[in-house]
């Protein structure tokens, strides 16, 4: 598996301001994903951010709201931009290790936009 | 659309029972499949994968394969309060970067 970790694991916001939230993972990973889950509800896939690569965005959700950085194959960023309570919720980080085939999941950043 | 399907519950079970968990797809080259459980407030824990049709058991808890049927269950034996949570079930599908999450099904088990 993967340990991954989180900055800030929570959070509350003013109206139209940004937060840049990190993930950071102890080992080199090609596939990191970002999630969106309110609450009581499933997992919801923001973006798939590769090194080297622009992000690729899901539908529903645009670079200008959520720009997302991956400079290195252990570290990405996602900044949820100009908040509105609608973004009210626990924003995950996950990786994908090589030869698993499946996602790992961070501890989360519990998000309130007030 | 490659879907995965679940019971979004809740599932009550006693102490003590076994509690089922069902999932369906339906990308029918899936190759491999994972169970996810969600305490509330905490992120998704991997506790079970299967990639061959039968069971695979680890402890008190049994994945079930069928591919025909395009079905997989997790079943978890001795239920324990402790057992309580949503459990997410995932699929990777053929030819695609990304497991697809189903939208999970809360059990609940009762002392």
């Known amino acids: 598996s993967a340990v991954i970790s989180q900055k800030p694991s929570r959070d509350i916001c003013q109206r139209g301001t940004s937060l840049t939230i990190q993930c950071q993972v102890d080992?080199?990973?090609?596939?990191m994903f970002w999630y969106r889950q309110q609450p009581g509800q499933s997992l919801t896939l923001i973006a798939t951010a590769n090194q080297g690569s622009e992000a690729t965005y899901e539908s529903g959700f645009v670079i200008d709201k959520f720009p997302i950085s991956r400079p290195n194959l252990t570290f990405s960023t996602l900044t949820v931009s100009n908040m509105s309570p609608e973004d009210s919720s626990i924003y995950l980080c996950?990786?994908?290790?090589?030869?698993?085939?499946?996602?790992?999941f961070g501890p989360g950043t519990r998000l309130l936009v007030l | 659309q490659k879907e995965v399907e679940q019971n979004s519950g809740p599932l009550s079970v006693p102490e003590g029972a076994i509690a089922s968990l069902n999932c369906t797809y339906s990308d029918r080259g899936s190759q491999s499949f994972f169970w996810y459980r969600q305490y509330s407030g905490k992120s998704p824990e991997l506790i079970m994968f299967i990639y061959s049709n039968g069971d695979k058991e680890d402890g008190r808890f049994t994945a079930q394969l069928n591919k025909a049927s395009q079905y997989v269950s997790l079943l978890i034996r001795d239920s324990q309060p402790s057992d309580s949570a949503t459990y997410l079930c995932a699929v990777n599908p053929t030819s695609y970067d990304k497991v697809i999450f189903g939208p999970g099904t809360s059990l609940s088990v009762i002392p």
């Open positions: 080992s080199q990973v090609t596939m």
């Open positions: 996950s990786v994908e290790v090589p030869g698993r085939e499946t996602q790992y």
